[in-house]
């Protein structure tokens, strides 16, 4: 062998190792979640003994109405606290993008409810939520205002208050850290053409910070179309179906209901949902580098 093809191939060799152990720990528990679905299977059987009804299990989910139900909340839940988020996130970011006074510890509160426990999370706001001895029904009582049942006329917009206080920090962390890796140059450039601190926002670090932005905001759609535990201890998907998310009824439906092909078929379904979102993101971000090289070279020739 020569020594540019052994150069060539030793990297391939140290990482497939590495390689074949996320393939199998990937890619057979996602087979047997794809074979399970196409068979009528309860935790009394091996998947083995399950008999197979074809696509009966996607079938009955497409006509099942509360499945339609979970899959709306999950949307409007997932859209919700990402678009809150990122405004916040961001805004947090660029509002303390300077050097200011004690900025490590306001950097260190602000990502204190991230490091919680997510059942932690749901009993806190589930006491603060609580009709009688709950901080926020105390405060209303303080001021004259009567009391509000957070958790069941207002459950849903409840639990998406929750997952922004906990959630804000992670885009927050991750936008800082673009702003302050943004280059120097082009923001001094900005200034030296006489751009005003919104315009330097809008047509200079926003747009530098895209790529960064597109990612984060995949991370948490994903993560809020999983989200499972806060919502199960505050409300348990109550009142009725208001926040029953698809990642709670595939819990329910493989342990209430002992259902585990329909589970599974369920699960199956929420993977499409998700990577479709995710080609789409990235299909976004090459069209964007795409527009914008095809800007710069436009440029290019006119200075030509």
């Known amino acids: 062998m020569s020594l540019a093809r052994a150069n060539r191939t030793t990297p391939y060799l140290f990482i497939a190792p590495a390689a074949v152990i996320m393939g199998i720990a990937l890619l057979y528990p996602l087979l047997y979640m794809v074979w399970g679905s196409f068979r009528d299977w309860d935790p009394t059987q091996t998947i083995g003994e399950a008999e197979f009804v074809g696509v009966r299990n996607y079938v009955s989910l497409l006509n099942d109405p509360n499945f339609h139900e979970s899959l709306s909340v999950t949307l409007i839940f997932a859209f919700s606290v990402v678009t809150i988020e990122m405004v916040l996130g961001v805004g947090l970011a660029l509002l303390l993008d300077r050097k200011l006074r004690g900025m490590s510890v306001l950097r260190t509160l602000f990502i204190l409810p991230m490091m919680i426990a997510p059942v932690v999370v749901g009993l806190m706001w589930r006491y603060m939520y609580h009709p009688t001895i709950g901080t926020f029904n105390r ?50 450039a ?107 070279a436009m440029i290019e020739q006119e200075d030509g």
Do not use: C, H
Request: charged share 15%.
């Open 139 to 188: 405060m209303l009582e303080g001021v004259g205002i009567e009391g509000v049942d957070w958790l069941g006329q207002y459950a849903l917009l409840s639990v998406i208050i929750a997952d922004i206080w906990q959630w804000t920090p992670f885009i927050f962390i991750l936008s800082l850290a673009a702003l302050q890796s943004l280059p120097r140059s082009a923001l001094e």
């Open 190 to 296: 900005a200034r030296i053409d006489g751009a005003t601190a919104w315009q330097q926002i809008l047509y200079v670090k926003l747009p530098l910070m895209m790529p960064v932005l597109i990612v984060t905001a995949l991370l948490r759609l994903i993560d809020a179309f999983k989200v499972l535990e806060v919502i199960l201890v505050m409300t348990e998907g109550g009142p009725g179906l208001s926040t029953e998310i698809l990642a709670l009824r595939i819990s329910r439906t493989a342990t209430e209901f002992r259902e585990l092909g329909v589970a599974a078929a369920m699960s199956n379904m929420l993977l499409i949902l998700l990577l479709a979102l995710t080609i789409g993101m990235f299909a976004f971000t090459r069209w964007r580098e795409a527009r914008a090289a095809r800007i710069r």
